[in-house]
């Protein structure tokens, strides 16, 4: 019997990988201001919208009008809810909102059809890792509301890409 061993043959190899971790600033985000969406005058017959948006020469500001039968005491405060999103500079991030929520007060409701943010679903955070968040709102009045103040909340999420 012969036996033979050749040196450029392996019966076992090995190979190396080099491994990586990132670790990143959480997203964060603060409420810094309620929506305000003001004092009506409901019209007793029919029902009305009322519609806070963005400008967007001026998105931080909001303009005011009126679609339907429904007065809005000018004197009134109305502001967008007003958020600041915190994180990894110059990362995206996606931003939820409900499309609608009810405000009560007591058995008695109002709608808030349509909540839009500004910027709208999708933003960069900033070279310092911010970004503010404008939410917006049409609210629904129907004709005989009944008077009062309503109240009621909304969350705001928001999500690394």
Do not use: W
Not at 20 to 39: F, H, M, N, Q, S
Not at 93 to 118: C, D, M, Q, R, V
């Amino acid at each position: 019997m012969i036996i033979i061993v050749r040196a450029d043959i392996a019966f076992a190899a090995d190979s190396t990988a080099n491994s990586t971790a990132l670790l990143t600033t959480p997203i964060t985000i603060v409420k810094e201001c309620d929506l305000i969406l003001g004092t009506f005058l409901p019209d007793i017959a029919e029902d009305g919208d009322y519609e806070i948006k963005h400008n967007d020469a001026a998105p931080k500001k909001y303009d005011e009008f009126i679609v339907g039968k429904l007065e809005h005491i000018l004197s009134s405060p109305t502001y967008p809810a007003q958020f600041t999103v915190a994180g990894t500079p110059y990362r995206s991030f996606s931003i939820l909102i409900p499309a609608g929520i009810t405000i009560s007060k007591n058995e008695h409701k109002l709608t808030i059809t349509k909540l839009t943010s500004y910027p709208e679903e999708n933003s960069v955070l900033d070279m310092y890792g911010h970004e503010t968040i404008y939410v917006y709102a049409i609210i629904k009045i129907q004709k005989n509301q009944q008077i009062g103040a309503y109240n009621g909340s909304f969350t705001v999420t928001v999500n690394y890409d």
